[in-house]
């Protein structure tokens, strides 16, 4: 169980920090392939901002559920 906490609390942080990075900072090079897409226009702004909302939401999600259980248990 003490395993499961770690991860989740690592993988919780990593996320977190990529989707503020990529959504709050403009950081799009952290996602793979995308300045190369952007210019040649297949991909646009509003990928980038969708991709980082969901990094950032996903980190919130197992944040707190690392935090959680470690509270709890």
């Known amino acids: 169980m ?3 906490k770690i991860v989740l609390i ?6 977190t920090l990529f989707g503020y ?3 709050f900072k403009k950081k799009y090079h952290l996602i793979n392939g995308f300045t190369e897409e952007y210019k040649a226009g297949i991909k646009d702004e509003f990928y980038a901002r969708r991709v980082g909302k969901v990094e950032l939401m ?5 944040l707190s559920a690392g935090v959680l259980l470690t509270v709890f248990k």
């Open 21 to 23: 990075f990529i959504l």
């Open 58 to 62: 996903l980190g919130i999600v197992l």
């Open 2 to 4: 003490l395993i499961l």
């Open 10 to 15: 690592l993988a919780g942080l990593g996320f």
